[in-house]
């Protein structure tokens, strides 16, 4: 949630003192949401955080198929890699220089 909550945030152009202000929270109660260590933050707060970001803040996702802000987040990072796609990558590129 705390990615989605930044994410919303970059999206509307807003710092975290703005969200902070605009919904009555401490500017460090926004950070720890954004980083998910918040464990005892109530319900309230949380969601007058997503109120000051009006629609930016997304709960679901597009149904449609393009890219757009409510699209869900992709992982960071990949899963295992296929050794010999790598592997034959590698070779790929090293024989295009």
Do not use: N
Not at 27 to 42: F, K, L, T
Not at 73 to 89: F, N, Q, T, W
């Amino acid at each position: 949630m705390g990615r989605y909550l930044r994410r919303a945030r970059l999206l509307a152009g807003k710092t975290q003192q703005r969200v902070a202000d605009d919904s009555g929270v401490s500017q460090s109660m926004v950070s720890r949401a954004e980083r998910a260590v918040a464990p005892g933050m109530p319900l309230d707060r949380f969601v007058a955080m997503c109120q000051a970001l009006d629609r930016l803040f997304p709960f679901g996702v597009c149904p449609h198929d393009h890219e757009c802000a409510w699209q869900p987040i992709r992982r960071e990072h990949p899963g295992p890699v296929d050794a010999s796609k790598l592997l034959a990558y590698l070779m790929r590129i090293a024989g295009e220089s």
